[in-house]
């Protein structure tokens, strides 16, 4: 089956600090990547949607300068949080969907996860 | 204002029990809408609906769409202790790049 993998699962920087989140499909390519974010005890909050070698859409209340996002291959999106403070402490999870028209054809996969802690 | 919304946002079963779980939306250029099991981690696909009065099934878990209310079920039977996870509805929506808008979803909780 399709599978995304994130790197690091987990982080912990100092405030101020840029900390660089990867995601990759391993096994099919993804022409369009997702970034979420799920604070304690809420539910995934679309940040940016990302097609691979354009420019992301970022949505409302997402500052594009704090989370860099690009997704250079059809295999890998970078999600880059900035001058990172404590607020931004969050579990960020990727998803990645396929381009192709067939049976997964709507299907988001999504990775495992990254928790990270600003200090 | 929130375009999925579910409910009920909490609930506790014995095993043995069946539950509901409900999900209503309202969005534009609507395409699918899906059920996710989260427990700890990411969130793990559970069902794709894109029609009206299909049910899907896998196990003792099922589920439908009404595309004319806008709303559908998540029914799990006879549950287990292992069913305890959050369970969220996600509608997929859009235009040219359709994305996924979350419910804050069920916290179901089975006790032994």
């Known amino acids: 089956g399709a599978v995304v993998s994130q790197h690091p699962s987990w982080v912990i920087c100092k405030s101020g600090t840029s900390v660089k989140i990867e995601c990759r499909s391993l096994?099919?390519?993804?022409?369009?990547m997702f970034w979420y974010r799920q604070f304690p005890k809420q539910s995934l909050m679309l940040m940016a949607t990302s097609n691979e070698g354009s420019k992301a859409t970022y949505e409302q209340g997402v500052e594009k300068d704090k989370f860099l996002i690009n997704h250079a291959s059809l295999t890998l999106s970078t999600l880059t949080v900035t001058s990172a403070h404590p607020e931004d402490s969050s579990f960020y999870i990727c998803?990645?969907?396929?381009?192709?028209?067939?049976?997964?054809?709507?299907?988001?996969?999504f990775g495992p996860g990254t928790r990270l802690t600003v200090l | 204002e929130d375009k999925v919304v579910q409910s009920p946002l909490s609930l506790v079963v014995h095993e043995g029990d069946t539950v509901t779980l409900n999900c209503s939306y309202e969005?534009?250029?609507?395409?699918?809408l899906l059920w996710y099991k989260q427990e700890k981690k990411a969130p793990t696909f559970l069902f794709m609906l894109t029609s009206s009065g299909i049910e899907k099934k896998s196990g003792r878990l099922s589920s439908i769409l009404d595309k004319k209310e806008l709303f559908s079920i998540l029914n799990i039977t006879a549950t287990q202790t292992g069913d305890s996870a959050v369970y969220l509805c996600a509608v997929e929506w859009g235009g040219s790049n359709y994305k996924l808008t979350f419910g804050k979803g069920t916290l179901l909780t089975v006790n032994p």
């Open positions: 998803s990645a969907r396929e381009g192709l028209a067939g049976p997964t054809y709507n299907e988001q996969f």
């Open positions: 096994d099919f390519q993804a022409t369009t």
């Open positions: 969005v534009t250029n609507f395409r699918s």
